[in-house]
């Protein structure tokens, strides 16, 4: 079911973050010990996104979001060390991908997924998912038109896709890039009065949705827009470490380091360099009664 991991923090060898430990990201590709039920390796592709500082002196410039991809295993391409070993970031997304069956091992179904200055990973899978998640844009439409009739603005006009064909957009038919166009379209939505304020509320507004209409879903979620990271707890494994200048979210531990946390399942966590916090998923009465 695939693995990621992120970091921010201090520059840090992009190369050597994917390779970093015992128990690196990269031999996560062929011995996980955590996939719960997901398969066995992690062969069908990896990524990995990474933020090139913005001009200096440019009023609202953004780190520039870049990533590298293939649909190899990761063990067999040399541009792991011999390009990504000489490039440094503050902050940086990776997954080692472990294909759906049925669903394709192309570059383009390999995350992270990536758009103006976001990265996102999908470690899971969506029963159904393209029935599922047309029912989930429905939604999402329902939420925004709610918000418009409170204002007393026309419903129409607040639409936040305008038909379920947006979903024609993903770069490939899996249930992780299909879903990176809804998450892509919350975030481009926030504003301070309307129903998404922020990142946290789009993955919450997301998970919750797509919970409501398959409560099997497994949708641990990794984002990132290189100074934050947010990722989500449903049905896989997460741990935390934070260190006094960075953070590190990571599927399984890659080292002994005792300042490793496991994170609790149906948790929303936000990182920042040095700190993370934790708060519960709010999530439909139909996981909630399976939890």
Same mark, same amino acid.
């Given at each position: 079911?695939?693995? $990621?991991?992120?970091?921010?923090?201090?520059?840090v060898g992009v190369g050597e973050l994917v390779v970093r430990g015992p128990h690196s990201l990269y031999a996560q590709s062929w011995v996980p010990t955590d996939m719960r039920a997901g398969g066995t390796i992690n062969a069908d592709g990896f990524g990995v996104a990474w933020w090139r500082r913005a001009d200096v002196g440019v009023e609202g410039a953004r780190d520039a979001v870049t990533r590298y991809? *293939? $649909?190899?295993?990761?063990?067999?391409?040399?541009?792991?060390?011999?390009?990504l070993g000489q490039l440094e970031s503050r902050s940086v997304i990776a997954a080692v991908?472990?294909? @759906?069956?049925?669903?394709?091992?192309?570059?383009?179904?390999?995350?992270?997924?990536?758009?103006?200055h976001w990265a996102f990973s999908h470690n899971g899978v969506i029963?159904?998912?393209? @029935?599922?998640?047309?029912?989930? +844009?429905?939604?999402l439409n329902e939420v925004f038109a709610t918000a418009s009739r409170d204002l007393d603005e026309s419903p129409s006009s607040a639409m936040l896709f305008d038909s379920p064909a947006v979903l024609l957009q993903a770069e490939s038919l899996t249930d992780s890039a299909a879903l990176w166009v809804l998450l892509r379209g919350l975030l481009r939505a926030i504003a301070p009065?309307?129903?998404? @304020?922020?990142?946290?509320?789009? +993955?919450?507004?997301?998970?919750?949705?797509?919970?409501? $209409?398959?409560?099997?879903?497994?949708? *641990? +979620?990794l984002l990132g827009n290189g100074i934050q990271l947010w990722?989500?707890? &449903?049905? $896989?494994? +997460?741990?935390?470490?934070?260190?006094?200048?960075? @953070?590190?979210? &990571?599927s399984e531990p890659y080292d002994a380091d005792p300042r490793w946390q496991s994170v609790d399942d149906h948790q929303l966590v936000a990182a920042t360099p040095g700190h993370c916090t934790i708060t519960a998923l709010e999530l439909p009465a139909t996981e909630r009664v399976r939890s």
């Open positions: 079911m695939c693995r $990621h991991l992120g970091y921010v923090g201090p520059p991809r *293939n $649909h190899a295993p990761i063990w067999t391409d040399p541009a792991v060390a011999e390009v991908r472990s294909a @759906t069956v049925g669903m394709p091992v192309e570059r383009s179904a390999c995350a992270p997924f990536t758009d103006e029963p159904d998912w393209r @029935t599922t998640l047309v029912a989930v +844009l429905a939604d009065a309307g129903p998404v @304020t922020s990142p946290d509320d789009a +993955l919450q507004l997301l998970v919750a949705a797509v919970l409501r $209409h398959q409560p099997g879903t497994r949708l *641990n +979620l990722a989500t707890t &449903c049905w $896989h494994a +997460l741990s935390v470490l934070v260190a006094d200048d960075y @953070t590190v979210l &990571c």
